[in-house]
């Protein structure tokens, strides 16, 4: 089954304690990407990457990091968690053209 | 940056009726995207509308796109229960640089609430 599986579904942190949160796909994707729900402003982007070692800002990149090393994999970084990264976070992937995206199911992340 | 703002923001109807929902943007675009989301959980795909397309059925939904207006409507005939959900759409100017990826830029969605 296509998919986009993401680890953990929920975390609640303390500020400061650094966390990675997961990402794979097996639809051989080259394109890869984070984003962040927040009420009332929709998902916003804060990564991406084209393929394996290549990866750029999104909209939002302040306080995060991401790597690709494999095809598959797109972890998410949060070197310093803060409060205001408390958020529910997805990632998505997708192939080249005009085809649609496969998003992971959700990590909810609280920073206390 | 936000580019497809949805209209109304949430929306009530009985089962059976239609359910429409607007989406305006501002920017030229490769293509229009619809997707739904269950409380919380991730988003699905539901349409895609290229740029050169007016108008795209698939089953119950229909989606038309006005580059003139840049606005996109769906349609959601004879709505269910199970049709609760917020939808979103997304845009796509794509990456530039001829890289042929896409840049989804989405709205803040409309929740749609379907009653029995």
């Known amino acids: 089954e296509a998919q986009v599986t993401q680890n953990p579904r929920y975390l609640i942190t303390v500020t400061g304690k650094k966390l990675t949160v997961t990402c794979s796909q097996n639809?051989?994707?080259?394109?890869m990407s984070w984003y962040r729900q927040d009420p009332g402003l929709g998902l916003r982007q804060i990564y991406y990457?084209?393929?394996?070692?290549?990866?750029d800002k999104g909209d939002v990149p302040e306080g995060y990091k991401v790597s690709r090393k494999e095809k598959r994999n797109f972890p998410l970084i949060l070197e310093s968690p803060s409060p205001n990264q408390t958020s529910l976070y997805f990632c998505?992937?997708?192939?080249?053209?005009?085809?649609?995206?496969?998003f992971g199911q959700g990590t909810r992340l609280t920073v206390v | 940056s936000q580019q497809g703002e949805e209209d109304p923001q949430a929306l009530s109807i009985q089962e059976g009726e239609n359910a429409t929902m607007n989406c305006s943007y501002k920017?030229?675009?490769?293509?229009l995207q619809w997707y739904r989301q269950n409380s919380g959980r991730g988003l699905v795909h539901l349409i895609l509308?290229?740029?050169?397309?007016r108008e795209k059925h698939s089953g119950r939904l229909r989606v038309t796109l006005d580059t003139s207006k840049k606005s996109s409507s769906l349609l959601i005939t004879a709505s269910r229960a199970a049709d609760t959900a917020s939808y979103f759409c997304?845009?796509?100017?794509?990456?530039?640089?001829?890289?042929?990826?896409?840049?989804?830029?989405f709205g803040t969605g409309t929740r749609l609430l379907v009653s029995p």
């Open positions: 509308i290229r740029s050169n397309e």
């Open positions: 639809m051989n994707h080259e394109y």
């Open positions: 920017t030229s675009i490769n293509n």
């Open positions: 990457s084209m393929n394996v070692e290549v990866t």
């Open positions: 997304a845009t796509d100017a794509g990456l530039g640089r001829n890289t042929g990826f896409q840049k989804l830029v």
């Open positions: 998505a992937s997708s192939s080249r053209g005009n085809t649609e995206a496969f």
